[in-house]
């Protein structure tokens, strides 16, 4: 297992728009999160240690921040036919094993990954209401290995400023976590090199 970083994308860009299909039906667009306070786009997968190490917490944000007014999806970009247990017909499982109550959108063909310059799963941003980017970067300190409490501080404390409209958190450090499983050839020249 190699772990890659974040790339750490410019404060304020502007969300990229998306149409996807969601895990249990349907489609989930951006347009569709518009009254939202603010807005939580994750890159998580089914089959990382990473996400796994977290997956209960971001349930339970998620069930603490949506009541607020924050919108929460987690997408998912890995190549499904080279890692079946990341495709498709497997994330309406996952969702409801991980008891995630947001919507799972699945990005096929990676357009979505690679606008949003994800690099990592998990990989989380961050956008305030007018849909500019506010915080990129790490859940909290916890890793699979380092025997550290999942606390989702990191991630917690840029909602709460974002909701008081307070500026952003001036320390960011990028989120950790499994490369994006690119389809063959498909790597994007952004990439970054494994750390």
């Known amino acids: 297992m190699v772990a890659q970083t974040s790339t750490m994308v410019p404060l304020g860009t502007p969300a990229p728009p ?23 786009v994750m890159f998580i997968c089914n089959h990382c240690p990473y996400v796994k190490h977290l ?4 349930a339970r944000l998620a069930d603490d921040y949506q009541p ?40 096929a063909d990676q357009s ?3 606008a949003y310059r994800a690099a990592c799963t998990p990989d989380f941003f961050l956008y ?8 990129r970067g790490q859940f909290d300190d916890s890793r699979p290995k ?26 960011q450090r990028p989120s950790m ?8 050839g498909a790597e994007p020249a952004w990439f970054p090199v494994a750390r």
């Open 177 to 184: 976590g499994c490369n994006i499983k690119w389809k063959p």
């Open 146 to 171: 380092n025997a550290l409490p999942v606390t989702g501080k990191d991630l917690r404390t840029a909602l709460d400023s974002c909701l008081a409209g307070l500026p952003a958190p001036s320390d």
């Open 68 to 107: 607020r007014g924050v919108a929460i999806v987690g997408i998912n970009s890995n190549d499904g036919e080279r890692y079946p247990d990341d495709g498709f017909a497997a994330m309406a499982a996952e969702k409801r094993s991980a008891g995630y109550r947001f919507p799972y959108a699945h990005d």
């Open 128 to 135: 305030d209401q007018a849909r500019k980017l506010y915080y």
């Open 55 to 58: 997956r209960a917490d971001i």
């Open 112 to 114: 979505v990954a690679k």
């Open 18 to 40: 998306f149409s996807l299909p969601e895990a249990e039906g349907g489609t989930l667009s951006l347009q569709d999160l518009s009254r939202a306070q603010a807005l939580v």
